[in-house]
């Protein structure tokens, strides 16, 4: 998820071995030299640590828009309480971002086995099985958000505890603004309830679900490096427009 923000510059890694290999040709080594040292260029951008986060954005959604988008052909069915964590992601002020900055350590279920029934919860996957999202998040992800979360488990917990913290389908019921299969709402509606329970104001993405229209996605709140709820940089911005659908749970679950 977050294409605009997070696909904004090329990463550092693939950027130093294309300019390693442009440098040799350049300097018009022979043909196999330039390989080799590009190789190596490579090998030593890929080992070297990436810069630690500026910011972090908790990404939280709406499990019934993601099933209208797979053509409710969800691997699960969505929550009718709660919004559902998509991840937190470690990003840069000038909208590039870190990823996959560990490969020495590798999702292991055992680590989160204390809090599994929680993750089932509150970061299911509708797209397969929960432990596959959850080692994607953690390997691309959760890996990156050092040194101000060390490990996996503790990873797995502060993005637990932040999403309950903002209680999203609760701001959005306390300003009327709730699930229908008929009502609509402006994106700046949307936002400032949220933002009145949060206490910051967040972005929020909308998805085009075939014949169905325009439905609320996924809510993005940044987070600062001390893990606070923080007004978002100026790269992070609601893309939604026109009249925004919250589609029920209730009526998918009869359907099926």
Known sequence: GGAQLRHARPMVRASLAAAGAALLGAAGVGAVAPTRQAAVLSAQAASSPQAP????????????????????????????????????????NDGSYPSFCNSSYPFEESQVASIEDELDEYWPSFGGADTDFWKHEWEKHGTCAGPFIEGELAFFKETLQMAEQSDLLNALLAAGIKPSDSDEYSPEDI????????????????????GIGTQLSEVWICVDTDLAFIECPSIVKTTCTGDIAIPPVPSRVAAT
């Open 191 to 210: 936002v400032e309830a949220l933002a009145d329970g949060l206490g910051v104001t967040p972005a929020i993405h909308c998805s085009g679900a075939t």
């Open 53 to 92: 986060a500026d910011f972090f954005v908790l990404v939280q959604q709406w499990g019934e828009s993601q099933c209208d988008q797979k053509g409710k052909s969800c691997a699960q069915p969505p929550s009718a309480d709660h919004f559902t964590i998509h991840g937190l992601w470690a990003n840069y």
